[in-house]
């Protein structure tokens, strides 16, 4: 008997539905239909069930032990609390960044009231609260914790990352907190050191355990067994496999992959990211090897008007004006006028994303001359790039809007990819690639592999 195993994004935009013949690891069938989460996600879901039904035969069984992730209601919204902005802060944020959040505060320092009022408007899903390497500073995190305290109790989860020596006086502060206080190891447990993944772990728990439930998602359990991450750490969780490869499966390599979406562009690189000239010298915190950053303002429905702004910048089509308009609110480009438009908002949005992404020299002058001071990733040798999210996949010419990722003589300072191999994600699959990754990562593999399409 084929075994068929289904995979769920419940996304902002759009549910999705993939069904995966496990025994032959092809896609058999995709669904696509407009999310209902605000009202009754099961409608949407059913509906692309129906969907998949009529290509491939689906029973309540296959319905149950389908594995899905969600970006949906604004996916995993998070705050990040830290000492030094450049250290402890930044290393927070690439903590919550890697576990599929959007970081939609960052603070450092002693938190003032003012800033602890900000916090609980912002409403965040989880505060991460981090600041002092072990065995350093304990003073920061100890007053940000009785700030916390002391509020209005607003914050709904704390996941505690910062010195050890602090944790306990830390928790005894949050107390009140009971069920809803997390405490892991340090994100930043000595200078220039970054320990992300217990941070992550706790958080994608939170997201299960506590998240799901609030955003409406956990009503689909009657029909499938759970939510397991959220959207952006399946993507994240995928682009490691295909680097990295599996159970005798080759992966490809350091890679980057764009996802362009209709609420944010999400970028992950999987590269050491590691100078490639002999005279450069890093700055700050050493790049995680697997990296995600997401850009909250740019996104092809949400965000449309912070694209407009950006192409006009540029040469754009002729009747540009007359068709970017009708993009507002989510429509899907019908015809050619519309197509080219759209391709052009999609590669503003890679050329944008990609380029806060990667690394950039700055040249610095000293007694011995020219010192070049290199930010972030070095790109430049990556020899992968994939493109995947409706503005990239169902572009009229995605390899021009992939090409937006790709290094530009006219600024050699940012450090993009020179000459990557440029694939897109053909079947819109990436998100089922990271679920399935997590309980079967060769076949996981095998699957991307064989639909990953060269532009």
Known sequence: MTDIRLFIDFGSTFTKVVAVDLDRADV?????????????????LEEAFTLVGKEVPIDAAAKKRAMACSSAAGGLRMVCVGFVPELTSEAATRAALGAGAKVIGRYS???????VDEIEALAPDILLLAGGTDGGNEKVITHNARMIAHSGHRIKNIVVAGNKAAHDEVRSILRDYDRHLFVARNVMPEIGTLDAEPCNKEVREIFIKHIVEAKGIA???AMIDEVIMPTPSAGLEAARLIASG?????GMGELLVVDVGGATTNVHSVATGRPSGSAIVLDHLPEPYVKRTVEG????????????ELARERERPPDFDAVIKRFYGGKLPEGEAEAACHDLMSRIAVETAVGRHAGRLEVFYGPSGEVFVQRGKDLTQVKTVIGTGGGIVFAANPRQVL?????????????KPKAPALFVDECYILFAVGLLSQVAPAPALSLIKRHLRKV
């Open 109 to 115: 320092y002693q938190l003032t009231r003012a800033e």
């Open 297 to 308: 303002d740019i996104g092809l429905k949400y965000n449309i008007a912070t694209l407009e």
């Open 246 to 250: 599996a159970d005798g499966v080759a």
């Open 28 to 44: 058999v069938s995709v669904a696509r239909v407009p999310s209902t989460v605000d009202t009754d996600v099961t409608i949407g």
């Open 219 to 221: 009503k689909a359990r």
């Open 403 to 415: 090409a937006g990722a790709l290094y530009c003589d006219a600024m050699p300072t940012m450090l």
